[in-house]
T-cell receptor, first 119, second 112 residues
Framework: GAGVSQTPSNKVTEKGKYVELRCDPI?????LYWYRQSLGQGPEFLIY????????DSGLPNDRFFAVRPEGSVSTLKIQRTERGDSAVYLC?????????????????FGPGTRLTVL | GENVEQHPSTLSVQEGDSAVIKCTYS??????FPWYKQELGKRPQLIID?????GEKKDQRIAVTLNKTAKHFSLHITETQPEDSAVYFC???????????FGKGTMLLVSP
């Protein structure tokens, strides 16, 4: 079956612009995560959705970053007034069971990422 | 919050040798430790994980060990092959919670 997909694969924008990054999780996965991976670093947690609601947004760096998942499937990460320091690969992952309800941890399946470059 | 340290940052071995990557974590509440492999330009993929109720887990050429007292865990790859070349990330989490905290990664290079 299809894995997690992300669009676009690459996004180049100018400082100060607004960008949207899309994530299509594996069908039926209730949990969805956004991570940011800077060059030479491990993925850094941004936000986690359980269904439609953001269960944990403690990783969002500031209020320029926002994410939605209105129907509990596709999610969009939105970045306002982009800065050069926002340049990174933005990874999305999904897992089949929401950890908080199951008490278990299910494997997170990652998408290929969106490489964001802010000039 | 949790902090995961990973060493070495790069590791070069000859084909057939063993490779060991080590990680330490800071939060004694962490009880789930996955390892991800990321090939150049590709997505991270889970290769093995361990929960704190066991000390070791093996899957063919890959094994992971966990020392809860010392708060460190290691990835062992035996009989390395060129296709093992990639960046490997360790991570720590608490079962039932969402956040995976990753190490900075180890670039493994296996020379034929």
């Amino acid at each position: 079956g299809a894995g997690v997909s992300q669009t676009p694969s690459n996004k180049v924008t100018e400082k100060g612009k607004y960008v949207e990054l899309r994530c299509d999780p594996i069908s039926g996965h209730t949990a969805l995560y956004w991570y940011r991976q800077s060059l030479g670093q491990g993925p850094e947690f941004l936000i986690y959705f359980q269904g439609t609601g953001a269960a944990d947004d403690s990783g969002l760096p500031n209020d320029r970053f926002f994410a939605v998942r209105p129907e509990g499937s596709v999610s969009t990460l939105k970045i306002q007034r982009t800065e050069r320091g926002d340049s990174a690969v933005y990874l999305c992952a999904s897992s089949p069971i929401a950890p908080r309800t199951s008490g278990k941890y299910n494997e997170q399946f990652f998408g290929p990422g969106t490489r964001l470059t802010v000039l | 919050g949790e902090n995961v340290e990973q060493h070495p940052s790069t590791l070069s071995v000859q084909e057939g040798d063993s490779a060991v990557i080590k990680c330490t974590y800071s939060d004694s509440a962490s009880n789930y430790f996955p390892w991800y492999k990321q090939e150049l330009g590709k997505r991270p993929q889970l290769i093995i994980d361990i929960r704190s109720n066991v000390g070791e887990k093996k899957d063919q050429r890959i094994a992971v060990t966990l020392n809860k007292t010392a708060k460190h865990f290691s990835l062992h790859i035996t009989e390395t092959q060129p296709e093992d070349s990639a960046v490997y990330f360790c991570a720590a989490s608490i079962l039932g919670y969402s956040t995976l905290t990753f190490g900075k990664g180890t670039m493994l290079l296996v020379s034929p």
